[in-house]
């Protein structure tokens, strides 16, 4: 059975940091392409970073020298280091899994406001 748990949500203060983390289990993890997405209220989800099973990256326009993408194949688990936070940063985030197959996280609320 696969599961993808994201983790590390939460309330912070704009320019402050979280660490999001996304744990995999039920899949050959470092065959996998990893991304994460957000979601707001009415909008559709989008692309914040990806990181290919060979460690290459690419991140939204909005995020680039903000946030960090990263993978510990020997933990099944891919990092969302997220610096410099803003207002609109606040979402829901979710963690994708795509390979052969493509697998969702159930998502972690991150609320940036004072």
């Known amino acids: 059975q696969v599961q993808i748990v994201e983790s590390g949500g939460g309330l912070v203060q704009p320019g402050g940091s979280l660490r999001l983390s996304c744990a995999a289990s039920?899949?050959?993890?470092?065959?996998?392409?990893m991304s994460w997405h957000r979601q707001v209220p009415g909008a559709e989800r989008e692309l914040v970073a990806r990181?290919?099973?060979?460690?290459?990256?690419n991140y939204a326009d909005s995020v680039k020298g903000r946030f960090t993408i990263s993978r510990t194949n020997a933990k099944n688990t891919v990092y969302l280091q997220m610096n410099s936070l803003k207002p609109e940063d606040t979402a829901v985030y979710y963690c994708?899994?795509?390979?052969?197959?493509?697998?969702w996280g159930q998502g972690t609320q991150v609320t940036v406001s004072s």
């Open positions: 994708n899994a795509q390979w052969n197959s493509q697998y």
């Open positions: 039920g899949v050959t993890f470092r065959f996998y392409d």
């Open positions: 990181i290919s099973a060979g460690g290459s990256t």
